[in-house]
């Protein structure tokens, strides 16, 4: 079962999303409590399983070390038992190996969800005792046949103990199953001994079988964590990639909205300037008394507002119409020869008047003799004028704003309007740079515009191939700088050359001179 995010849930709040986030633990801890409740050890199925398999997969890997251990082990017992026990005993332990290795692989060979857990792990328990108890045969025999052979029945029971403590980790029951009978028996030998020899060996020989319980335990412990942390990533990347997924599909559908919006609002551009044309031109003509005075001077005044307006709309639609354009990828450049000087200074001169009844000074530095650019005249002419339009907007009575135009270090031309205005704070630049987005200063003052001079400023320079740099200090000023690229400027051609005449053959005296008619 898919567990829903917030989003899909109708969840925005932040109480609703941590109240989302509660219940989400609380459902997993309950998983998890009826997991533990169900199994036999007290972890859940998926774990009983994967710790049978390892199980499976130790005992097959180390197999063939088993065989030759028990043969090792068969041949020394052959030197107090004789040939013949010791090969009797040898090949019974052998037929316990070799069913306990057919047992692990049928077991591997069975898919997870149809393994009966419980069932399985009383059959390799039973297996590992009855390997145990032969294991405690062969003790048994070489203490009947010389009971001063205590030294082999030690050294038989730690390699038996400690060899089981490595493989039947994952599963501490089968360990006990496969060491207990050998260790006891040993330790047993010992003690009925009488001396105190024999029970010091007795004593070792349990201390041993307790340590290595405890480090089967603890081996245990590690793989069960191990296996828990695998489990716990697993779900981490599965909730990852799924978070992942429905991030991928809003920021699709987000991507398709927008592409639907800009769109739509490319496609309106009739319907919308329609209306305001009609209100524009007969606003104009009511404004100017075409057709006589007005009988209430106070209409006048109302048609002059009506015009201000529809001429304010008229700008914000073309501006909004502008972005969209521009995000739908639908804005195409009419590209031709540009003096950028002459554009900028024809900007200057549309905009001084403004910058004047302020009380604003602009300066112009440009380098001289600069070729020309191949743009989009407008496009440049609309950068121009957005940039120059927010330094005045934006800068105190009395300050002063630079335009400058020259070179780059490339080889490119740029454009820089520089003002003394109050500066935009750092973490604000990336608002600004926006759709719609203004700072706090554009909020508080009287001029609030609409948030997409910039903007547009940066996507159309970004469709030249340009770059657009905004720099900013609080209480200093702010400068916008855009360049054009190397590949746009039109570097004067060198005259071409002409080609030299085709050098004439001398006549070859010779030749038989050609009959004339």
């Given at each position: ?113 149809s393994v009966n857990i419980t069932q399985w792990r009383v059959r390799f328990v039973l297996l590992d005792l009855l390997s145990g108890i032969a294991w405690m045969t062969n003790v ?237 005249e407008r496009a440049v002419r609309q950068i121009c004028l957005n940039l120059l339009s927010n330094a005045i907007k934006f800068t105190p009575q009395g300050g002063e704003i630079w335009l400058k135009v020259g ?111």
């Open positions: 079962m898919t567990a829903m995010t917030s989003e899909e849930l109708g969840i925005t709040s932040p109480a609703e999303k941590a109240a989302a986030t509660r219940r989400r633990d609380a459902g997993k801890r309950v998983r998890e409590a009826r997991d533990r409740l169900t199994s036999t050890t007290g972890t859940r199925p998926a774990f009983d399983y994967e710790l049978l398999r390892q199980f499976a997969q130790t005992r097959l890997s180390a197999w063939l070390a088993i065989v030759l251990l028990v043969a090792t082990v068969g041949f020394l017992s052959g030197l107090w038992v004789g040939p013949i026990i010791a090969s009797i005993w040898t090949l019974g332990v052998l037929v316990v190996q070799i069913a306990i290795g057919a047992r692990c692989r049928k077991f591997l060979a069975e898919p997870q969800g048994i025999a070489i203490v009947r046949a010389d009971p001063d052979a205590s030294t082999f029945m030690l050294f038989v029971m730690l390699l038996v103990v400690a060899v089981a403590s490595m493989l039947s980790s994952s599963l501490p029951v089968a360990m006990l199953a496969a060491t207990a009978p050998v260790t006891f028996a040993v330790a047993l030998d010992f003690a009925l001994r009488g001396d105190m020899q024999g029970y010091v060996l007795a004593a070792m020989a349990l201390t041993a079988q307790g340590y290595f319980s405890m480090l089967a335990h603890r081996l245990y412990s590690n793989t069960l964590a191990t296996i828990e942390a695998r489990a716990e990533k697993d779900a981490l990347i599965g909730e990852i990639e799924q978070a992942k997924a429905i991030s991928d599909e809003a920021r699709r559908r987000a991507e398709a909205a927008n592409i639907a919006k800009s769109r739509f609002l490319a496609q309106m551009s009739h319907e919308l300037r329609t209306p305001l044309n009609a209100i524009l031109g007969f606003s104009e003509v009511m404004k100017s008394e075409v057709f006589g005075p007005h009988t209430v001077p106070t209409y006048k005044e109302y048609a002059g507002d009506i015009h201000s307006s529809g001429v304010h709309l008229l700008n914000l639609i073309n501006e909004i119409l502008d972005l969209s354009r521009i995000e739908a990828g639908r804005y195409e450049l009419n590209e031709e020869a540009v003096e950028l000087i002459q554009v900028v200074d024809d900007c200057h001169h549309l905009l001084k008047l403004r910058a004047k009844n302020r009380g604003l000074v602009i300066h112009e530095v440009f380098e001289p003799d600069l070729p020309r650019l191949w743009a989009d070179w780059t270090a490339a080889g490119g031309q740029y454009l820089s309007v520089r003002d003394t205005g109050p500066g935009i704070p750092e973490d604000e630049i990336p608002i600004v740079l926006a759709s719609f987005g203004q700072g706090s200063n554009a909020i508080k003052s009287a001029e609030q515009g609409t948030g997409l001079g910039l903007p547009i400023a940066k996507n159309l320079i970004d469709l030249h191939g340009g770059t657009f740099t905004l720099k900013s200090k609080l209480r200093e000023g702010t400068e916008v700088i855009v360049t054009f690229p190397p590949e746009r400027v039109m570097s004067a051609l060198g005259p071409l050359e002409e080609p030299a005449p085709p050098i004439q053959p001398e006549p070859d005296a010779r030749r038989a001179p050609q009959r004339q008619f």
